[in-house]
Each structure stands twice: as structure tokens, then as C-alpha cells.
């Protein structure tokens, strides 16, 4: 973690319908009438996408609607993931970065968000605390099967909804879908281990870093796809095929740091 380039792939979700305070914002601007906004979630899984069942952003860090090489197509995220895609031909000219909004994580909470893959024809934008501001776009797509940081977040928002300042629908009735088996972990993986190694919360970091690397390895090396168009496949193969398809779709880009 932290060494070395990463190879991230930014999955564009659609904003459907922002919340309330950031729909003014949007509302009040020119430059976004009629423009197609997306969130932009930067992940090392792009295999697990049908199993998105919400969004995190951070409710204190700053995020910005960006100007991208498409002008009818505008990015949401954290200025610093703006200025790295500006060298990566994602802006609207090499080097050049044009925000023409600007929000605080809270504002974007119970935004209506269209997941490409996921299962569920639409989903909402969550609270998180371990979103890092330093890290991909500070946007973090949620995959409860198989992420056990992203379980941990939506069981605690599922025990406590008034905590963290969500409407209890917003996530109560979106379950972990299975995307991929293992033989040590079954088809949902991260619901396994949290439970085995009795993880709570969001907050227990100690063990969920455990968690993630088991869990993570596990999946790539001895899993199978249980669900899409390369259901049967190991997971290793069926990545980056996946991958490209989201590409190709123009529903993700490719993104390094
Ligand atoms: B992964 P690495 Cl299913 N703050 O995507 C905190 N976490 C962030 C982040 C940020 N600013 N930006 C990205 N991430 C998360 C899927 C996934 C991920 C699954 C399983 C494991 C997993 C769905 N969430 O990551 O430090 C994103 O979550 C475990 C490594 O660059 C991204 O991939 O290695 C991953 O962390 C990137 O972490």
C-alpha cells in the first residue's frame, strides 16, 4: 500500500438525483445545466462492480465537480485526483484543471447515484470514516460481499442510521450480493471473515486490515466468478476482461497514482 504506481480503475457513477444542499449548488450554476455529472470511484476490483450497493464519501474532506476532456461530461471528486487526471488525458487539455463547483462530503449524502454492473438499479452516497483524502478520488464504491471495510461501514450504518445522519432506506433493504466463491470463504466473503473474526464496526481497524488481506488474496487466487457475463471464470482471468468492458462502455476510466 502506498508503494510503487497503482493501476486504480475510476468507475463513473451517474448522479441521478443529488440531495437536497448540493442540488442548490448544482442548480445555481450555468456551466452544469443539462451536463451529465458522475462520481468517480477509483478501485483495484473492478470485478466485483455487480455487487455495488452504495457509495462512501468522507463528510468533512472537499470534493469538486471537474471539467473533463468530454465536455458534456463532468467529474465529482477531490481536487488533488483532478490534478492527476489532468496529466493523464482525462481533463480538457494537458495539465489543465477547471472545477466549476465545490461541496463538502456531507452535502452529498443521500445523492441518488446509478452503479455501473451493480444489481440494483440505483443507489445512495454514505457516510465513511476511513475515506482517505490522499487516496484515489475520495470517492470509494461499496461492495459489501467482498470488501470487509465496506461491510463493516454498511452494518454500522444499517445499527445506527440516526448516528450517522442517514434515512434508515437508504441502505436497509441493499443485502451483499454474491460475485465470486472460494473455497475458504463461500460466495460472500467479507460477511464470512467479519463474522469468524468477530469485527463490529468500522472502527476495528486492527482487524479489518487483517481481514482485507485475506480476503483480498483469497479472491484473487482461488476465486470464481458466480455471477455476469464471465460467470465460471477464476477471478484472475475474468479482472481485466471485466475491466475493459466497463472501459469500452465508457462507464470507467483507467486512472494510475
Ligand atoms: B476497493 P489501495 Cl470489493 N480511502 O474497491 C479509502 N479507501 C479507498 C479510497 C480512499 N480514498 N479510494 C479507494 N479506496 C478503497 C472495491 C474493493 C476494494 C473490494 C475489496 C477490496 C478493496 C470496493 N470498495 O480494496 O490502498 C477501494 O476499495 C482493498 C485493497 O490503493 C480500492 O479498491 O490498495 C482500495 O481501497 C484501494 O486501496
Redesign the pocket.
Known amino acids: 500500500?502506498?508503494v510503487g504506481p497503482?493501476d486504480y480503475t475510476c468507475i463513473k457513477l451517474k448522479v441521478l438525483e443529488f440531495a437536497p444542499e448540493a442540488q442548490a449548488i448544482v442548480a445555481a450554476n450555468k456551466e452544469l445545466q443539462g451536463k451529465k455529472i458522475f462520481m468517480v470511484a477509483?478501485?483495484?476490483?473492478p470485478e466485483?462492480m455487480y455487487g455495488q450497493t452504495n457509495c462512501f464519501v468522507g463528510v468533512d474532506l472537499k470534493y469538486g465537480i471537474f471539467k473533463t476532456r468530454n465536455a458534456d461530461e463532468l467529474f465529482l471528486m477531490t481536487e488533488r485526483a483532478a490534478r492527476n487526471m489532468a496529466f493523464q488525458n482525462l481533463s480538457p487539455s494537458n495539465g489543465e484543471v477547471v472545477k466549476v463547483a465545490d461541496f463538502v462530503g456531507r452535502q452529498l449524502i443521500g445523492t441518488q447515484i446509478q452503479a455501473p454492473l451493480s444489481s440494483y438499479p440505483s443507489v445512495y452516497v454514505l457516510p465513511m470514516d476511513?475515506?482517505?483524502a490522499t487516496?484515489?478520488?475520495?470517492v470509494?464504491?461499496?461492495?459489501p460481499s467482498?470488501?470487509p471495510d465496506?461491510y463493516a461501514a454498511v452494518m454500522d450504518l444499517k445499527k445506527k442510521p440516526d448516528y450517522y445522519k442517514i434515512q434508515p432506506e437508504w441502505i436497509a433493504s441493499y443485502e451483499p450480493i454474491p460475485i465470486i466463491n472460494t473455497p475458504a470463504y463461500g460466495n460472500l466473503a467479507a460477511p464470512t471473515v467479519c463474522a469468524q473474526m468477530k469485527i463490529n464496526s468500522q472502527k476495528d481497524k486492527t482487524q479489518l486490515a487483517l481481514a482485507?488481506e485475506a480476503v483480498?488474496k483469497d479472491g484473487f487466487y482461488n476465486g470464481v466468478m458466480v455471477i455476469g457475463e464471465h460467470t465460471g471464470k477464476p477471478v484472475q482471468e475474468a479482472k481485466p476482461l471485466i475491466r475493459q468492458m466497463l472501459i469500452d462502455a465508457n462507464q470507467a476510466v483507467p486512472y494510475n497514482e
Open positions: 500500500e502506498g497503482q477509483a478501485t483495484l476490483r466485483t476511513g475515506v482517505l487516496k484515489g478520488t475520495g470509494v464504491t461499496s461492495v467482498d470488501s465496506d482485507k483480498y
